[in-house]
């Protein structure tokens, strides 16, 4: 039996602290080191070109995965993929339950049903706004509002105090998809008393408040209705608010939906399963849109922020199987930028517009609002729940260290900056950082897991930056031979490029150079003698520095 009195309450994020994507965050209550561990979102991040051929990147688990004996479950916020994109890849590393509300549960299934353990996972569905415990955990789900349905905050009642983790969320007052925020059970939870609120700092530089979901249809509706041909909508597939309110704008101007993305279809079926998108006519499926009139067709599809393989991007290229954008169509951009795809997004667009194509986009209308708080309702947040303890997370470093300071313009006395890997004691005496855990990022690279720092994926970039080399050195009887096929890839045009004589000529005098007893004789000795004069003579040519391997054939 544990004495109780030593027990202590910690918060530990592995992923969306210091970032935004990839939320890992930790609970651990119970002795110091023999803690029970209760695990809130494991979610991926997208790859913003940094990392070639790289497509999702998630938190480094290990050392959760070091301890899973003591790992009671994983309880998922939302359905949104920088909390929940992650299991599919991560579970078998950790095998605990998986606590979800039923819209989320249907999302998770359908993910997982790609994998061959779904089987295997534990999934409790728990009901909006219940309340259970989990080992020495006692939660209760807090409806709030956010992009998706069943944004669920939660109140992490504990014998040394309770901590209120926000998930995703705004105070949205007509959030189109589910209920308004259920602000008087903020106020409840504010008067039992809450120790510490781990926080959403998304929007923490936007004054005023985000905006409702509401506001959209209006404008959407007059847009669509000053639209003459076809109108295609781009919006996040996740972002199933919006395609309600896309949906109905669609109605009011008479237009049929028709969806393009699979990961679309995905989604609109669990929100149908679970009682979302009652009131909006089915959808019609990308093989319909050829059958229906222009001025009756709205499309909605997935690819807003330009990605490669994504329906819009194919529609562009006009490359799409079925739909087809004309001269005097409209494209509706209902979404943000997000930082890093201008780019992307800028040369998207102009393929529509070369092509006589309209494109509306957030900038020149107001039809995009984010799902996260801005400033005023942070501080509403904070005057309900009135804690003592305010750790932001779900920002950068620079949103998480001006979410403190408004936390303690809102009379919290302890604000903590703190990023992934810092281990917070909440409880008992002073809070603060006390430790550092190890973190790092793993990607998905083809179908395995590899660390982003790992030598397959620095020497991918580093051959995407600087090329690649292969020098053959063939040594016949102890001579260097005068055939030395060099293979070279992002670094000339021409194979043949007589240029590369420079670099066999280095070669072969560093080899020459070698004492002709011992180190000509010894494969290593010449390999890396070669290599070096080979990159050296690389870097001299093109200022380059690619990455080079050298063969050693040895005839004798
Ligand atoms: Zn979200
Ligand atoms: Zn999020």
Redesign the pocket.
Known sequence: MSDTSADELLFVPLGGAGEIGM?LNLYGFGPPGNETWLMVDLGVTFNDGELPGVDVIMPDPAFIEERRGNLAALVLTHA?E??LGAVPYLWPRLKCPIYATPFTVSVLKRKLSETDFADQVEIIEVALGSRFSIGPFDLELVTLTHSIPEPNAIALRTPLGTVFHTG?WKFDPDPVIGEPADEATLSRIGEEGALAVVCDSTNVFVDGSTGSEADILDNLSGIIAGCAGQVAVACFATNVARLETIATAAARNGRDVVLAGRSLQRITEAARENGYMQDVPAFLMEEDAGFLPDDKTLIICTGSQGEPRAALARIAAEDHPRINLNPGDTLIFSSRVIPGNERAIGELQAKFLRRGIKVITAKDHMIHVSGHPARDELTRMYQHLRPQIAVPV?GELRHLVEHAELARGCQVTHAIVNENGGAVRLAPGAPGIIDHVAVGRLTSDGNRLVPTGSEIVKSRTRAMWHGFAVVTVIVDQGEVDDEMPISTSGLLDDEDDPILDEVRLAVRDAIDKLSPGAEQADDLVVSEAARVAARRAFRGLFDKRPITRVHLVRLD
Do not use: I, L, P
Request: glycine share 0%; net charge negative.
């Open positions: 939320n949104h920088d909390h995703d779900h």
